[in-house]
């Protein structure tokens, strides 16, 4: 369980893919949406989002074999956003949550790593899309 109370589940592993992503450090994601995130993709409702989108962003190492082929590796965190605009205040509505490694180690001390280490990047770059980065580039005016 994360400080903030947001439980981790693999339920997302059944959910829609809304996104692929990968970064200079070699780590490859992808990004999860439940039913309610995909419908509000569906009918552009990102200002605000509604209470009870669910996002999760799992993120492997990425390897690649002799012949070129890329591929995820091992498995290194999945991190969580759970709409729901009375509980999460503090970070615009979002509930953030990040599960480390095999163990699934939660990140952050105590509630407010949110409010520190998650919700000042998004602020700062996703406010357009709702603090949520990953929707469609079409619909996206931070492209
Ligand atoms: C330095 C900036 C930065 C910080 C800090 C940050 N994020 Fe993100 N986050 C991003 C970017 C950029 C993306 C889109 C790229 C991607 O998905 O790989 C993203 C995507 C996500 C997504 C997928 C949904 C979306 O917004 O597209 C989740 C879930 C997420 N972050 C959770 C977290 C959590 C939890 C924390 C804190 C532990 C956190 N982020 C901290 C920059 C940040």
């Given at each position: 369980?994360?400080?903030?109370?947001?439980?981790?589940?693999?339920?997302?592993?059944?959910?829609?893919?809304?996104?692929?992503?990968?970064?200079?450090?070699?780590?490859?994601?992808?990004?999860?949406?439940?039913?309610?995130?995909?419908?509000?993709?569906?009918?552009?409702?990102?200002?605000?989002?509604?209470?009870?989108?669910?996002?999760?962003?799992?993120?492997?190492?990425?390897?690649?074999?002799?012949?070129?082929?890329?591929?995820?590796?091992?498995?290194?965190?999945?991190?969580?956003?759970?709409?729901?605009?009375?509980?999460?205040?503090?970070?615009?509505?979002?509930?953030?949550?990040?599960?480390?490694?095999?163990?699934?180690?939660?990140?952050g001390?105590?509630?407010?790593f949110?409010?520190?280490s998650?919700?000042?990047?998004?602020?700062?770059?996703?406010?357009?899309?709702?603090?949520?980065?990953?929707?469609?580039?079409?619909?996206?005016?931070?492209?």
């Amino acid at each position: 369980m994360s400080p903030n109370g947001i439980v981790y589940s693999d339920a997302f592993k059944s959910w829609k893919v809304i996104s692929m992503s990968t970064l200079y450090d070699k780590s490859m994601r992808v990004i999860y949406g439940n039913d309610i995130a995909v419908k509000a993709i569906g009918d552009e409702q990102f200002q605000p989002w509604p209470d009870g989108a669910v996002v999760v962003k799992a993120v492997w190492e990425q390897i690649e074999n002799q012949y070129g082929e890329v591929r995820p590796g091992k498995f290194i965190n999945a991190q969580f956003m759970v709409k729901d605009a009375a509980k999460y205040k503090d970070t615009e509505g979002w509930g953030f949550a990040k599960f480390n490694g095999d163990n699934l180690t939660p990140t952050g001390k105590n509630a407010q790593f949110a409010v520190t280490s998650c919700i000042s990047c998004h602020r700062q770059l996703a406010k357009p899309t709702g603090f949520l980065f990953n929707v469609p580039l079409a619909l996206n005016p931070a492209k």
